[in-house]
């Protein structure tokens, strides 16, 4: 049977320009978009759900420099390297600056979570555990400048950023203002981590099945944040959490060797 190639293979690759904008289209699906986040953003979460958010998104924040990690350590490009770790030691800290863990971790008190409680990860719900490692072991077995383009959702970022800072101090004033330092802080790192993003993807993807597989990527990566909301929404705003029907103690698992 004489095989039929793909639509991809057939059609002309996108224009630079033509790509962005579908790059940038997919924000439409962006996590910011999800009921909880809208909830959180118009004033309606309670105490409870804004620290479940806090707590299992610190699942998150501590995996990211170890999904970084792995891309360098699959990165042969000395240059790109330069220029991509700088990711790390904005999560992990440097010199005088308490990265973007220790950020989290202060917006974590601010709304009433001890700093034990979060590294403990007694919060962390197995949705969201697993959407998070998905994301990690796809970084770690793939081509690193597909890696890369897994990140792009940092397209979207400064809007959810500026939201809580313009929100949050209005909807929740028991929240402590020191906690709002990571959002202020993002909003110019991921400004930046975009730009090499967008490079990366624009110089590698010229024929149309590159540029298919990385909206294909970015959707994944989008998957993986609306899930986790997903997995909290059913915790904290339906009550309904893993195991709900048998117990009422977070007996899910916290990660397995």
């Known amino acids: ?8 293979a057939q059609e002309e690759a996108m224009s630079p320009p033509d790509f ?8 439409a699906y962006y996590h910011i978009h999800h009921p909880y986040q809208v909830d959180m953003a118009e004033g309606r979460a309670t ?23 792995a891309l360098l350590a699959n990165c042969p490009d000395a240059a790109f390297r330069r220029r991509w770790i700088q990711r790390l030691l904005d999560h992990d800290g440097h010199d005088a600056d308490g990265g973007g863990i220790e950020a989290w971790l202060t ?13 403990s990860q ?17 970084v770690r077995r793939a081509d690193w400048r597909e890696a890369a383009i897994s990140s792009l959702t940092e397209l979207f970022a400064p809007e959810a950023h500026r939201s809580r800072l313009a929100t949050w101090p209005t909807h929740y004033p028991w929240i402590d203002a020191a906690g709002y330092g990571y959002f202020r802080k993002r909003l110019t790192e991921a400004r930046r981590d975009v ?4 490079e990366v993807a624009l110089a590698v993807c010229t024929t149309r099945v590159a540029q298919d597989r990385a909206l294909e990527i970015l959707q994944f990566k989008l998957d993986v944040l609306w899930s986790m909301l997903d997995a909290m929404t059913l915790a904290y705003q339906l009550g309904r959490p893993p195991y709900h029907t048998v117990t009422d103690q977070r007996v899910y ?5």
């Open 195 to 198: 730009e090499h993003g967008l």
């Open 1 to 8: 049977m004489t095989r039929i190639a793909s639509t991809s």
């Open 47 to 69: 105490p409870e759900q804004i620290r479940g958010w806090v707590a299992n998104r610190f699942y998150y924040q501590i995996n990211i420099p170890q999904k970084d990690a």
């Open 122 to 138: 007694e919060h962390v719900l197995p949705g969201v555990r697993f959407a998070v490692d998905a994301y990690v072991n796809f």
């Open 20 to 27: 962005r904008e579908a790059l940038m289209a997919k924000g």
């Open 107 to 119: 917006l974590g008190e601010a709304v009433g979570l001890s700093r034990d409680e979060l590294w």
């Open 253 to 257: 698992h916290r990660g397995v060797s």
